[in-house]
């Protein structure tokens, strides 16, 4: 067993700030403004990219505390020198709640379901009304926020004290932790789909969706990390002896939830084009309308046939270039999955993309940045305190 | 002595040490050295030694991948063929060719040929496997390889090797024991045998066990309880008795009224004049549908209309035979007026409706109208 004295890695934390994260403000201030307008403008068209985007970001945010987690109770070693990027990363989830207050205030024309005048004629939506009604969406998501920001200050908040204490035990509390967060992670996060996602075509419903929204979820908060590690890696901010070998890893498990994403998505599609039901086609033949048909069609492409060709080759996936460029046509693609899911709602006969639209995505990638920049400000980027960082510089295949 | 005769037979030398961080340097500094003919061995894979060792990229990958894409190939063709080409069959009112279906057996064979393809290019092709007289099989080095030690062997066919010289460099890099592996004449002198009694023994006590596994499972255990669960079933075998039914029959009919899929409800039932009247025969006399009429004529009307429609039945007297086909009054009937004779039947003649489709009864027509006018033939045909 090492002593804490044993990890002494030569980190050096930065003053400054890194500079992909320069133009990080100017960006977040246009994106606001942006979707400020839209929202006097077109307030419903914004909901609805508003929806969007906040999926987005709540899979970075919440995919990251699952990797962390996953980190903790796997015991991995090479992702430890990562850890704090994926902890910085997870801080997105405390914007959830100011991103779903203009959402719930525009709830009616996001959700048909909070229609007092529809539920009276249908009988389908009067059955799922216990389920499906304002007050109970509002305290669902309250739990889901509750939960998740609990657990992202147990998380952050061991592993902060731990890069002054060195102390060994607080890793084994986060593993205690992580395994307390897992089945929470997989209940809020299933709901949060089926809530804000799924409830956007009431009558609709696949039991599979939660885990198509987790594939995709995990995917993002991947991406995410790796584009930021391999980023900041090369500006210097992190430790010394990286090695593509690091990096490996990363490509790898990219690659492996591409694969993951297409298995769910494609046995979601295949049991509903099966089974030939009226009340499940319906959400697919939607998205077959007009011009949504080649967005469906180029899903296959931009979330499937691509990644899994950037990554395909082992050289590939030690190729730092390789692989920023896939992690951001991952997030990119993600987003366009989302889009998919959400905005054949909005409009049915053909698909949208306007400066709402735009203005939303600005917004989104102001955010991770600004958040990125704010939340990386005091910490290290490195978990210095760790006992398994000695040993994961050392992590070679 | 026969040290000298020992050390024509010598395979190499090899030692064992006691921990990862050990073998790594000896391996390091082995490469180093130049030679080429040497291996490691250790019971878990240690990370980077294949690169100290400068081994070559294993072209496993790219074997697996083109054996991937074959599956998928095969898979395609196999789903492909079965499902739309030779055996179509309608599975919940799908196309023939509904990929989405085909997909999962498309994936299970790209893994499944991937990855047992891939087993056994690495075991029978890299591997060489099976090699039962290898020198370093039984030998005291391996048996300490298989449980805690790493164990590096350098081959005497090295061009380099000196045996003095790699024995002082084991200890050197300190190595926990050295030993010398020879080839045993016995190996040197091995020639496998094929038919090898014991072989042969093993492999009809093989046929005999599988033959009386085969026979006692599909014979006898599917007949015992509690194996038998699929011999009693709810259902009703075809000609059985059914006690659901007030009238006994467990085969059906179909509900009255019920028109086939491709069929049409015949519209003058017992109105033979309607029917001339008002029925066109759809089909043109193109070589396609004659084909098909004669096919069908001889089939269901030449055992009683006779090969050329003369009424000269092949059926020796058993059954009366019908008048001939090219009398002035078959001849002058329209084309719906016997298409209503095979629909209805007519005195003895029976309905063939059930038999022939629209389409063939309306081919058989077309057949008619060739053979009266191969026997009523005018001027104009023959110029």
Same mark, same amino acid.
Request: glycine share 4%; proline share 13%.
């Given at each position: 067993m090492t002593t804490s004295s044993d990890n002494a890695v030569n980190y050096v934390r930065k003053t400054q700030n890194p500079k992909f994260l320069t133009l990080s403000l100017p960006i977040f201030a246009i994106g606001l403004l942006g979707l400020v307008a839209g929202f006097i403008v077109n307030p419903t068209q914004a909901s609805f990219n508003l929806v969007v985007i906040m999926a987005w970001l709540l899979s970075i945010g919440v995919g990251s505390m699952f990797f962390i987690g996953i980190e903790y109770l796997s015991g991995a070693v090479w992702s430890v020198p990562f850890r704090r990027i994926a902890e910085i990363n997870s801080?997105? +989830?405390?914007i959830m709640p100011i991103l779903a207050i203009p959402i719930i205030l525009n709830i009616h024309s996001l959700y048909h379901w909070t229609h007092q005048d529809v539920l009276a004629t249908d009988e389908i939506l009067q059955r799922k009304s216990p389920y499906l009604n304002e007050t109970f969406f509002i305290i669902r998501n309250i739990i889901y926020y509750a939960v998740w920001v609990i657990f992202y200050f147990l998380l952050t908040y061991f592993s902060n004290k731990q890069d002054l204490t060195?102390?060994?035990?607080l890793t084994r509390r986060n593993t205690v932790v992580s395994a307390i967060f897992m089945p929470f992670f997989a209940l809020t996060l299933t709901f949060f789909a089926i809530d804000w996602?799924?409830?956007?075509? !009431?009558?609709w419903y696949s039991t599979i969706f939660g885990v198509y929204y987790f594939s995709g979820t995990v995917l993002a908060a991947i991406s995410a990390f790796t584009y930021i590690s391999i980023k900041l890696n090369e500006e210097g901010y992190l430790v010394d002896n990286l090695k593509p070998d690091h990096f490996y890893s990363m490509g790898a498990l990219l690659f492996a939830f591409t694969n993951f994403w297409a298995y769910i998505a494609f046995s979601q599609f295949m049991l509903i084009w099966y089974a030939n039901l009226p009340e499940e086609t319906f959400w697919f033949i939607n998205r077959g309308v007009g011009s949504w048909l080649y967005m469906s069609i180029g899903i296959i492409f931009v979330k499937f046939i691509v990644p899994y060709i950037l990554l395909l080759p082992q050289p590939a996936k030690m190729n730092p270039s390789r692989l920023k460029f896939a992690s951001l046509w991952i997030l990119f693609a993600h987003y366009y999955d989302l889009f998919w899911i959400v905005m054949p709602t909005f409009s049915k006969e053909r698909l949208i993309f306007g400066w709402i639209e735009i203005a939303s995505v600005v917004f989104a990638v102001g955010t991770i940045m600004a958040i990125f920049l704010l939340f990386s400000?005091?910490?290290?980027?490195? !978990? +210095?305190?760790? !006992?398994k960082l000695k040993r994961s510089l050392e992590f070679h295949l | 002595m026969e040290a000298n005769s020992l050390k024509s037979n010598l395979y190499g030398v090899s030692a064992i040490f006691s921990d990862t961080k050990k073998i790594a340097e000896i391996t390091h500094k082995v490469a180093e050295l130049g030679y080429k003919n040497y291996d490691v061995h250790s019971s878990f894979p240690i990370h980077n030694l294949p690169k100290k060792m400068k081994? @070559?990229? =294993?072209?496993l990958g790219y074997i697996a991948f083109v054996l991937g894409i074959s599956g998928a190939a095969f898979g395609l063709f196999l789903t492909w063929w079965t499902m739309s080409v030779d055996y179509p069959l309608i599975i919940g009112g799908k196309?023939?060719?509904s990929f989405p279906a085909f997909v999962p057996v498309l994936f299970e064979l790209t893994v499944l040929l991937a990855s047992v393809g891939t087993a056994i290019v690495m075991l029978? &092709? &890299?591997? @060489?496997?099976?090699?039962?007289? *290898?020198?370093?099989? /039984?030998t005291e080095y391996m048996k300490r390889v298989s449980v805690d030690g790493f164990g590096i062997v350098i081959e005497a @066919? /090295?061009? @380099?090797? /000196?045996y003095e010289k790699i024995r002082s460099l084991f200890s050197e890099f300190g190595a926990e024991k050295i030993f010398d592996i020879y080839y045993s004449p016995e190996e040197l002198n091995y020639k496998p045998k094929v038919f090898e009694p014991k072989f042969i023994v093993f492999l009809i006590f093989l046929v005999v066990l599988t033959a009386f596994i085969g026979y006692f499972v599909n014979n006898k255990l599917f007949y015992m309880p509690p194996f038998d669960?699929?011999?009693?079933?709810f259902r009703v075998n075809p000609q059985e008795e059914s006690t659901l039914f007030a009238d006994g029959f467990a085969m059906r009919p179909p509900v009255k009224g019920t028109v086939a899929r491709g069929q049409s409800f015949?519209?003058?039932?017992?109105?033979p004049e309607e029917a001339a009247a008002n029925l066109?025969?759809?089909?043109?006399?193109?070589e396609q549908t004659l084909a098909l009429g004669q096919k069908k004529f001889n089939t269901f #009307? =030449?055992? #009683? *209309?006779g090969w050329r429609g003369e009424?000269? =039945?092949?059926l020796n007297q058993q059954f009366p035979n019908p008048p001939s086909l090219h009398t002035d009054k078959v001849r002058n009937w329209t084309d719906g007026r016997i298409y209503h004779i095979i629909t209805e039947g007519q005195n003895i003649m029976p309905s063939y409706a059930s038999q022939l489709s629209e389409e063939e009864r309306w081919a058989i027509i077309l057949y008619i109208r060739a053979l009266q006018r191969s026997l009523n033939a005018k001027l104009e045909d023959v110029q």
């Open positions: 801080s997105l +989830i405390l060195k102390d060994q035990q996602l799924m409830s956007l075509e !009431p009558h400000k005091n910490r290290n980027l490195v !978990p +210095i305190g760790d !006992p | 081994l @070559k990229w =294993s072209p196309p023939w060719f029978f &092709i &890299i591997f @060489k496997f099976p090699n039962p007289k *290898h020198p370093l099989h /039984d @066919k /090295d061009e @380099k090797f /000196d669960f699929m011999l009693y079933q015949y519209q003058f039932k017992g109105q066109i025969n759809p089909l043109l006399p193109t #009307c =030449s055992p #009683c *209309h009424g000269d =039945s092949r």
